[in-house]
C-alpha cells in the first residue's frame, strides 16, 4: 500500500533571540579556542529587550574582552539601527562566567583521580547523541531542513548586501514536503515571517519574497499552483529580535540538527567546546552516517551513541538504516567500530575540532555545510574495504 504523509521543518534567521544568544556563544567558544585550544568552555547566554547575560563556566588561559565579544556579534549580525531598542553599542552586558567544576573536570582531563577507572579523557558529561544521513539532496539531509535553511540563508544575504533596504534580522521560514513511499514529491507550503521597517506594506514584502527568494531557492519542479504561501501571516513584524521575546543558547536544537526528521538525544551545541560530547560525539555520529550513506551501504542511516561522564568509552553504539540497507545492519555496525574512533581524544582528533570554528556553525545548521569537518566523505573507501573484510558484497 503506497503511504503518503507531508512533514515539515522550519529554519530561523541570525536576528532570531535563541540564534542571538547561541552566536554569542559560539563567538566567545572561538575567542577562547583561538588563544588556547584546550579552553574548558560551557557558555551560555540570555538576551532580552537591551541586555546580555553571559552565564556558564570557563577555564581557559586567554585573555578576553567578552563585553566587546559580545558587541562584535552583535554587530554582525546586523542589530545596529537607530531605532533597536537591541543594539550593539548600545546592550547592557552582566557577566556570570566561573570556572569549570573541579569534579566534572578531574572525569575529564587526561589523569587519575580517585574514583576514576582510566587515567584517559572521559566525556565531558553523560548523554545520549545521534547522526542521521539520506539521499534525498546532495548534502545527504532531509529536504524540508534543508530548503528551510536555505530560504533562511537568502533572506539574511540580501538583507546584508543591502539589495533590500526595508528587511530586518529576525526572520522564521518553514517548509512542507509530502512524501509517497519515503521519497520527497511536492512542496506543499513555504511560510517565511520576516522582521521589517514600518514603511514597507505587506504586498511589497509578500511580492519580493515570493519572486526573488522563494522561486529562487527551492526546486521549481517541486512547486506547482496547489503549493500554499504563507508571508507574514500576522500582516505585520515590526518588533522583533530581543526586544519582542527572550533568547537563551540551546533552544534550537531541532532547527541545529534534522528539523525533526532524525532522533535527538537531548543536549545543545552553542557555546561548549569539544569535550562536551553532546556537541563533538552528535558531530561524530552525523559523519560517520554520512559516509554510511555515501558509501552506498544504505539510503538512510541514523547512528545512536552513548557515553557515561568521565569515561571514555562509550557504553552503546547503534545503527539504524530503516530497511534501507544493502548489507547487514550488524555488519555496518562492526565496520563502523572498525573504522571510526568514538573516545573524545578520537573524535577531536579525527575531526580537528580543538581549533575556532563555531562560530560557522551557528546559523543555518550544523550539518549540510561542506567546509565543516563532519561532512567530509573521507571514509567511504574504508568503510567498503571494512564491509568486504567480513564477508559481505559492497554495492556498486
Avoid at 6 to 35: M, R
Amino acid at each position: 500500500m503506497s503511504q503518503k504523509f507531508i512533514f515539515s521543518s522550519e529554519s530561523v534567521g541570525e536576528g532570531h533571540p535563541d540564534k542571538v544568544s547561541d552566536f554569542i556563544s559560539d563567538s566567545v567558544l572561538d575567542a577562547c579556542l583561538e588563544q588556547d585550544p584546550k579552553s574548558r568552555v560551557a557558555c551560555e547566554t540570555l538576551v532580552k529587550s537591551n541586555q546580555v547575560v553571559l552565564g556558564g563556566e570557563i577555564t581557559t588561559n586567554a585573555k578576553l574582552n567578552y563585553e566587546q565579544i559580545v558587541r562584535d556579534a552583535i554587530r554582525e549580525i546586523g542589530y545596529t539601527n537607530s531605532d533597536d531598542i537591541f543594539h550593539a553599542d548600545e546592550v547592557f552586558v552582566s557577566n556570570f562566567l566561573t570556572r569549570q567544576s573541579p569534579d566534572i573536570a578531574q572525569g575529564v582531563d587526561e589523569k587519575k583521580a580517585e574514583g576514576k577507572e582510566t587515567d584517559e579523557q572521559g566525556a565531558g558529561d553523560q548523554g545520549i547523541m545521534f547522526g542521521y544521513a539520506c539521499d534525498e539532496t546532495p548534502e545527504l539531509m532531509p529536504s524540508a531542513i534543508m530548503y528551510s535553511h536555505r530560504l533562511g540563508a537568502e533572506l539574511t544575504r540580501i538583507r546584508k548586501s543591502g539589495e533590500v533596504s526595508w528587511l530586518r534580522p529576525d526572520a522564521k521560514s518553514q517548509v512542507s514536503i509530502s512524501y509517497e513511499d519515503g521519497k520527497p514529491k511536492a512542496i506543499t507550503a513555504v511560510v517565511i515571517s520576516t522582521q521589517h521597517t514600518p514603511e514597507v506594506t505587506h504586498s511589497e514584502i509578500r511580492e519580493f519574497l515570493t519572486e526573488s527568494v522563494i522561486k529562487k531557492v527551492l526546486p521549481v519542479e517541486m512547486m506547482n499552483d496547489d503549493t500554499e504561501i504563507l508571508i507574514n501571516p500576522t500582516g505585520k513584524f515590526v518588533v522583533g529580535g530581543p526586544a519582542g521575546d527572550c533568547g537563551l543558547t540551546g533552544r534550537k536544537i531541532i532547527v541545529d540538527t534534522y528539523g525533526g526528521w532524525s532522533r535527538h538525544g537531548g543536549g545543545a551545541f552553542s557555546g561548549k567546546d569539544p569535550s562536551k560530547v553532546d556537541r563533538s560525539a552528535t558531530y561524530m555520529c552525523r559523519w560517520v552516517a554520512k559516509n554510511v550513506v555515501a558509501a552506498g551501504l544504505a539510503a538512510k542511516a541514523e547512528l545512536q551513541v552513548a557515553y557515561a561522564i568521565g569515561h571514555p568509552r562509550p557504553v552503546s553504539i547503534f545503527v539504524d538504516t530503516f530497511g534501507t540497507a544493502k548489507v547487514d545492519e550488524e555488519v555496518i555496525r562492526q565496520a563502523v567500530i572498525d573504522v571510526f574512533g568514538f573516545k573524545p581524544t578520537a573524535i577531536v582528533e579525527q575531526l580537528d575540532l580543538l581549533r575556532p570554528i563555531y562560530r560557522r556553525t551557528t546559523n543555518y545548521g550544523h550539518f549540510g555545510k561542506s567546509d565543516l569537518p563532519w561532512e567530509q566523505t573521507n571514509r567511504v573507501d574504508e568503510l567498503k574495504r571494512a564491509v568486504e573484510k567480513a564477508g559481505a558484497a559492497v554495492p556498486a
